[in-house]
């Protein structure tokens, strides 16, 4: 006689909540107890928190034939870097994470400017209302999303880089506003870049207007307020090709290379911000292996992240015929670099030695976080893994 075995809850919570979010898609399937189970806020959570990073890139190939912006993801956890083409998005600008979630908005926003929060690792999003500003007179954007953790609100804002002097931002509250709201706290710059939302705040270190500034613009998400954070001491002039913002080690830190005879140097420098409110930083300096500088086309330029493990991921910007990644452990002081040329096939026709591609890169843990829940609206891609069981393409 056949005697059906029970697994008891737990156990099964313990194995599942460190699969991957497309295996555990496909899980809520197997029978309704599970399907409970992976929905639960509390399982979400767990997850979530043991979830490893993942890069989202978004590519914007000067010299390809179509002149397209593409969307990929990039899994640095595993050898050669595995990469997906998110083919559902053409000329789609990204913000930064928050909880794996990401704000899309169109590289050409003339005619429908068109704004989506998605879920990168289950393919949901969500359509959001036409901006209060928009048409031709409002091309250049950037979009920002950020979380209030007090409230577990969801807010994106959005500014307009054009229009300096005005510096009016709008902003956008998902499950409760049906339209833009016009910020009533005004910053003492135009917002051009995306900025990096820490505890409920939005940091930014450069914009239209910051010029020889030695201070940091902050955006409390909750209250809906900007203000100044002093920057580090002897923190040089911003410049867009050799310093980024990123968040490591739950503080906002600044990565600046170094330029020597007009190419990047060995010469890495980390400011951490260690007190917001007083503007307290540390700084460690770091020498690059010299085998990194030969493996470098002369003036290239690098989107800095930060990834687990106390890694900096590097992507370089213009290089020949192939797309690679360089991660640098600080602790360990090691460098590795997967190499991603099958990535952009369509670059092979090119003669010239280097091919620029303007590279703009977020990163995102992998999340079962629910749009319908925030949003009370969900909308998913007809014929992806989610909606049919069909893996990435």
Same mark, same amino acid.
């Given at each position: 006689?056949?005697?059906?075995? /029970?697994?008891?809850?737990?156990?099964? *919570?313990?194995?599942?909540?460190?699969?991957?979010?497309?295996? =555990?898609?496909? #899980?809520?399937?197997?029978?309704?107890?599970?399907?409970?189970?992976?929905?639960?806020?509390?399982?979400?959570?767990?997850?979530?928190?043991?979830?490893?990073?993942?890069?989202?890139?978004?590519?914007?190939?000067?010299?390809?034939?179509?002149?397209?912006?593409?969307?990929?993801?990039?899994?640095?956890?595993?050898?050669?870097?595995?990469?997906?083409?998110?083919?559902?998005?053409?000329?789609?600008?990204?913000?930064?994470?928050?909880?794996?979630?990401?704000?899309?908005?169109?590289?050409?926003?003339?005619? /429908?400017?068109?704004?989506?929060?998605?879920?990168? /690792?289950?393919?949901?999003?969500?359509?959001?209302?036409?901006?209060? *500003?928009?048409?031709?007179? +409002?091309?250049?954007?950037?979009?920002?999303?950020?979380?209030?953790?007090?409230?577990?609100?969801?807010?994106?804002?959005?500014?307009?880089?054009?229009? &300096?002097?005005?510096?009016?931002?709008?902003? #956008?509250?998902?499950?409760?506003?049906? /339209?833009?709201?016009?910020?009533?706290?005004?910053?003492?710059?135009?917002?051009?870049?995306?900025?990096?939302?820490?505890? $409920?705040?939005?940091?930014?270190?450069?914009?239209?207007? #910051?010029?020889? +500034?030695?201070?940091?613009?902050? *955006?409390?998400?909750?209250?809906?307020?900007?203000?100044?954070?002093?920057?580090?001491?002897?923190?040089?002039?911003?410049?867009?090709?050799? %310093?980024?913002?990123?968040?490591?080690? $739950?503080?906002?830190?600044?990565?600046?290379?170094?330029?020597?005879?007009?190419?990047?140097?060995?010469?890495?420098?980390? &400011?951490?911000?260690?007190?917001? =409110?007083?503007?307290? &930083?540390?700084?460690?300096?770091?020498?690059?292996?010299? %085998? #990194?500088?030969?493996?470098?086309?002369?003036?290239? %330029?690098?989107?800095?992240?930060?990834?687990?493990?106390?890694?900096?991921? =590097?992507?370089?910007?213009?290089?020949?015929?192939?797309?690679?990644?360089?991660?640098?452990?600080?602790?360990?002081?090691?460098?590795?670099?997967?190499?991603? +040329?099958?990535?952009?096939?369509?670059?092979?026709?090119?003669? +010239?030695?280097?091919?620029?591609?303007?590279?703009?890169? %977020?990163?995102?843990?992998?999340?079962?976080?629910?749009?319908?829940?925030?949003?009370?609206?969900?909308?998913?891609?007809?014929?992806?893994?989610?909606?049919? $069981?069909?893996?990435?393409?």
């Amino acid at each position: 006689m056949n005697i059906p075995v /029970s697994v008891q809850d737990d156990l099964v *919570f313990n194995i599942l909540v460190f699969l991957p979010v497309k295996s =555990l898609l496909r #899980f809520r399937c197997v029978c309704k107890r599970w399907r409970c189970m992976i929905s639960d806020p509390s399982f979400v959570e767990a997850h979530q928190s043991r979830s490893a990073t993942t890069l989202l890139v978004s590519s914007f190939d000067d010299s390809s034939l179509d002149r397209t912006r593409t969307l990929y993801t990039i899994n640095p956890s595993i050898n050669e870097g595995e990469v997906h083409c998110l083919s559902e998005f053409s000329n789609w600008n990204i913000s930064q994470s928050a909880n794996g979630l990401v704000c899309i908005y169109e590289e050409d926003p003339a005619e /429908s400017h068109r704004v989506r929060l998605f879920n990168p /690792s289950t393919r949901e999003y969500v359509n959001l209302p036409q901006p209060i *500003f928009s048409g031709r007179d +409002s091309l250049k954007q950037v979009y920002n999303l950020g979380f209030d953790p007090s409230t577990k609100t969801y807010k994106i804002l959005r500014s307009r880089i054009e229009n &300096w002097p005005d510096r009016k931002c709008e902003i #956008f509250t998902l499950g409760s506003d049906s /339209s833009w709201r016009i910020v009533k706290d005004n910053p003492e710059v135009v917002l051009d870049t995306k900025g990096v939302c820490l505890n $409920g705040t939005i940091y930014w270190t450069k914009g239209i207007g #910051f010029q020889n +500034s030695t201070t940091i613009m902050a *955006f409390n998400v909750g209250e809906e307020k900007f203000r100044n954070v002093p920057a580090p001491p002897t923190y040089p002039m911003w410049h867009f090709k050799t %310093s980024s913002m990123i968040q490591m080690g $739950g503080h906002i830190a600044i990565v600046d290379y170094q330029m020597e005879a007009g190419r990047i140097s060995n010469v890495m420098i980390i &400011w951490k911000l260690e007190d917001s =409110l007083n503007g307290i &930083w540390s700084h460690k300096r770091i020498l690059l292996p010299e %085998s #990194f500088m030969q493996l470098i086309p002369r003036h290239t %330029s690098f989107c800095v992240t930060s990834i687990d493990g106390g890694e900096i991921a =590097l992507i370089p910007s213009k290089l020949f015929k192939e797309r690679y990644v360089v991660y640098y452990n600080l602790e360990k002081e090691r460098m590795r670099r997967e190499v991603l +040329s099958w990535l952009f096939r369509n670059m092979w026709h090119i003669s +010239s030695p280097y091919a620029y591609c303007d590279i703009d890169v %977020s990163v995102y843990v992998e999340s079962l976080i629910s749009l319908k829940e925030i949003t009370c609206v969900c909308q998913t891609f007809e014929g992806d893994y989610q909606a049919v $069981g069909m893996t990435y393409s």
